[in-house]
């Protein structure tokens, strides 16, 4: 039988645990996208807001889809700030569903999401030097004109 004193000391060192975990998390960090918190572009087809963040040395981009597109991840474009930035490697999903690099991708008012592995932290700490550029590009397009014409600025 456990005294109330052994009680306290468990629900002490789990209420502990439970912290140190929850402030242990990497909890992310909104990015701006060309100064602004989400980012629009208006087509034939539809529109496209963007919006990113970073967590877990990842940088997440996402592309919210309303209307009719393609996407041809092979065809993507990017550029960093300063060069040293490390790139692992890029994940594409569609609708929460993860989708080869090299294939076309035929989108109807879904979200795309580009999930970049790289060495971002620097990103965070100084603001002011360090982007990711989406570069224009055909990655995303509409009736076969891309609908990404200028730089797309991420810090």
């Known amino acids: 039988m456990k005294t109330s004193g052994?009680?306290?000391i468990l629900c002490f060192l789990l209420?502990?645990?439970?912290?140190i975990h929850i402030f242990s998390c990497d909890p992310?960090?909104?990015?701006?996208v060309?100064?602004?918190?989400?980012?629009y572009l208006f087509s034939d087809c539809g529109n496209m807001s963007l919006r990113s963040h970073w967590s877990m040395q990842r940088l997440f981009v996402v592309f919210q889809l309303d209307g009719t597109f393609d996407v041809y991840p092979d065809s993507l474009k990017l550029g960093f700030y300063p060069d040293t930035l490390q790139t692992a490697g890029i994940d594409f999903y569609v609708n929460k569903g993860m989708v080869p690099g090299n294939e076309v991708i035929h989108v109807e008012n879904g979200i795309v999401k580009m999930v970049h592995r790289g060495d971002f932290y620097a990103i965070t700490k100084d603001r002011s030097t360090k982007r990711f550029f989406i570069l224009p590009c055909?990655?995303?397009?509409?009736n076969g004109k891309p609908l990404i014409t200028d730089t797309i600025i991420i810090n």
């Open 15 to 19: 209420s502990l645990y439970i912290g």
């Open 6 to 8: 052994s009680n306290f």
């Open 34 to 39: 060309n100064g602004q918190k989400d980012y």
């Open 28 to 32: 992310g960090k909104r990015l701006a």
């Open 138 to 142: 055909n990655f995303i397009m509409c």
